[in-house]
């Protein structure tokens, strides 16, 4: 049976755009009370009169989520606002494309802080909450990324490979307390973190350039993901094809390598 998501608190991170916004509105739409954390306030405060403006709850959170006590404050703030907290979203994130010898020590750790770090600041705050209760889901955006290793987006994909080994084995952990653990793999997706890539990385190399063919809107990661909440899996994919392709790089990581090869030499 599906699980009714209606008065069912989420609190999502990287809600000021993107897939994050996208969520955010479809967690809404589904009844869920939202809270939606980013740096950028106006944009959230905004998402917020729209929401409620449409019948449903939210409140905005100011987070920088490489600020562990600012992360803790996000749950702290879901649960004073709608009574408990019953999912956490680890959306927040950003990419660069460099190779790794140009690349400084600081942007290597950075990214790790925000993509990776960033999400265990909110996850475990909220565990504290959701193992006693015995019931809650935890999601982090991760990407079909973490799948494979491509050249200029070594530091960014070995981020989301790591999102994707804590959500595997924090799946297991969790089963016994009644909470779900999925992570969510986008393929390439219309948003601004491609700005972000280019302006990081003083234009695009690969990914900032073309598509590989894939490219998806934010609403159908979006409803993906709510599908997920209803119906808990571990992996949230938007078709069946890009799961499989991934699949099948990872069964043949030879293959897979000529490929990227292939497609690098003629991009860059
Ligand atoms: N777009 C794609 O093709 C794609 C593919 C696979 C995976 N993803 C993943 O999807 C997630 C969302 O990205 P998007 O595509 O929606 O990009 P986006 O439109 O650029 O959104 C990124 C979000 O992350 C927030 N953020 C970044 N750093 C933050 C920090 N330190 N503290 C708090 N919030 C922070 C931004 O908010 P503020 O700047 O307001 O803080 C923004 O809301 C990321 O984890 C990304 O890796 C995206």
New binding site residues.
Partial sequence: MANDLTGKPIAI?????????ATARACAAAGMPVAV????VD??DALVSEITAAGGRAIAVA????DKDQCRALIDRTVDAFGSIYAVYA?????YEKPVHETSEDELRDIF???FW?SLNVIRPALDRMIPQRTGHVLM?????SKVGIPYMCS?SAT?AAQDHFGRGMRHELVAYGIHVST?????????????VARRSGGGRIYGREAMGFVQS?DQ?ASATVRCLRRPRGEVWTSLSTRLLFAAATAWPGLAEVLIRRYARRTS
């Fill in positions: 991170t990287g809600a000021s755009s993107g897939i994050g916004l954390a980013a740096r950028r944009r959230l987070v920088d989520v490489r959306n927040a994130g950003y990419g802080e925000t993509n960033g955006c991760s990407s079909c990324l960014y989301k969510v793999h986008p393929i390439r997706t219309t948003t601004e973190l491609f700005d972000e934010p990661v």
